[in-house]
Nanobody
Framework: QVQLVESGGGSVQAGGSLRLSCAASGFTFSRYCINWFRQAPGLERAGVGRLDADGSTTFADSVKGRFTISKDNAKNTWYLQMNSLKPEDTAMYYC????????????????????WGQGTQVTVNS
């Protein structure tokens, strides 16, 4: 059973940076999708950035150029580096994972991810 544990959230001033971590255990997929979602109060959960099975990354337009995703294979940990943070980035952030299949490629639908972390709060103050 896959377990994901996030860390790294906090409160920063606008323009600051944070790095979120997503540590996985029980992870046996040879090809997988890692997605970072966020959810602000009153809004739906939305994709922020995705690491596809081929190693490529995709980001929401709102964070493109400011956020990056990296991974440490030895630690089975993925990172969301967030730079130039804005107040509108304030949300609860979640990492999610699933296996990649040729018939079910990586996507940004929360419903397609069975494994989720507990979430970590990011607050950006103006």
């Amino acid at each position: 059973q896959v377990q994901l544990v996030e860390s790294g959230g906090g409160s920063v001033q606008a323009g600051g940076s944070l790095r979120l971590s997503c540590a996985a255990s029980g992870f046996t997929f040879s090809r997988y999708c890692i997605n970072w979602f966020r959810q602000a109060p009153g809004l739906e959960r939305a994709g922020v950035g995705r690491l596809d099975a081929d190693g490529s990354t995709t980001f929401a337009d709102s964070v493109k150029g400011r956020f990056t995703i990296s991974k440490d294979n030895a630690k089975n940990t993925w990172y969301l580096q967030m730079n130039s943070l804005k107040p509108e980035d304030t949300a609860m952030y979640y990492c999610a994972a699933r296996a990649h299949y040729s018939y079910l490629r990586c996507d940004d639908r929360p419903s397609s991810y069975p494994s989720w972390g507990q979430g970590t709060q990011v607050t950006v103050n103006s």
